[in-house]
């Protein structure tokens, strides 16, 4: 018995063979791509897929292009505010089914809440679409509403995921003492358990802020005349024509992005425990 735990303890994924090709592989399938965009971003010429110098050019002309800014301007806009929306309700959800006793229905809870993870992205489109010109012939009302309220439904189970996790990983003691000690629930949870959820509920919102900046399938489906958003504009110019301003564009997101990341892992690190 010791012989076999002390076997199982020794046991590495790491010396099964081929992993560290298996591992150099994927890393390769993923990255390589995103490299290459990145070098050619900075690209001389218009072709994207022939080299003929170095130059900040695209980086300049898509500074300097209105479209982009609008349509960058609007991205971020939107981004910010489903990210603020889905994180609000995501954070009300996890409590809701992390704080209460378990019941028969609580996994069809759980199911409902991350049915956008479920089903394929292009189904929620048009079912928010549909939804959405029911409404619109009903009242009449037009506007960024509609698109703020799909991408934050949207965005809702990605938000609800770390949050969930960092309820699920705090230890009951300090909630259970603040009430032995008299204190209403609204209380423990602002003193105790909001100020240990801030890392999950920071998570939330960068993962929700990441997925509504980049995604196109929605917006593709929901978004009216004037609403273009920049995933939506980068789409429409590889329907025309193809300069290395996209690929500039594109490293501009990934830059974003990896920016985002990096001040959650920072934030982490230093509050998370």
Not at 120 to 127: D, G, L, N, S
Not at 135 to 155: D, E, N, P, R, S
Request: glycine share 6%; aromatic share 12%; hydrophobic share 55%.
């Amino acid at each position: 018995m010791t012989t076999f735990a002390k076997t199982q303890k020794r046991f590495s994924l790491k010396r099964l063979p081929g992993f560290g090709f298996i591992a150099i592989t994927c890393f390769v399938m993923l990255y390589a791509p995103i490299f290459v965009l990145i070098v050619f971003s900075f690209n001389l010429g218009e072709n994207i897929a022939v080299w003929e110098g170095f130059s900040l050019q695209w980086y300049v002309s898509a500074w300097h292009n209105e479209a982009v800014q609008d349509a960058g301007l609007r991205s971020l806009i939107l981004a910010l505010q489903a990210s603020a929306y889905s994180t609000l309700l995501a954070t009300m959800a996890a409590l809701g089914t992390t704080r209460i006793k378990h019941f028969s229905g609580l996994t069809f809870i759980y199911v409902m809440i991350n049915q956008p993870l479920m089903v394929p992205e292009i189904v929620t489109a048009v079912a928010l679409m549909t939804l959405f010109a029911i409404i619109k012939t009903a009242t009449g009302i037009q506007g960024m509403y509609y698109l703020v309220a799909a991408h934050t439904a949207f965005c809702i189970p990605f938000a609800y995921l770390p949050i969930r996790a960092r309820l699920e990983s705090m230890d009951l003691t300090l909630e259970t003492a603040a009430a032995d000690l008299y204190a209403t629930p609204w209380k423990t949870f602002q003193r105790v358990t909001l100020p240990l959820l801030w890392p999950g509920i920071i998570a939330g919102a960068m993962l929700a802020f990441v997925i509504s900046l980049d995604d196109v399938v929605i917006t593709e489906f929901v978004k009216s005349s004037g609403q273009e958003t920049l995933p939506t504009y980068m789409l429409g110019q590889l329907r025309r024509i193809i300069t290395p301003e996209i690929n500039a564009i594109s490293t501009v997101l990934v830059s974003l992005s990896i920016l985002v990341i990096g001040t959650f892992f920072v934030i982490d690190k230093k509050f998370g425990k």
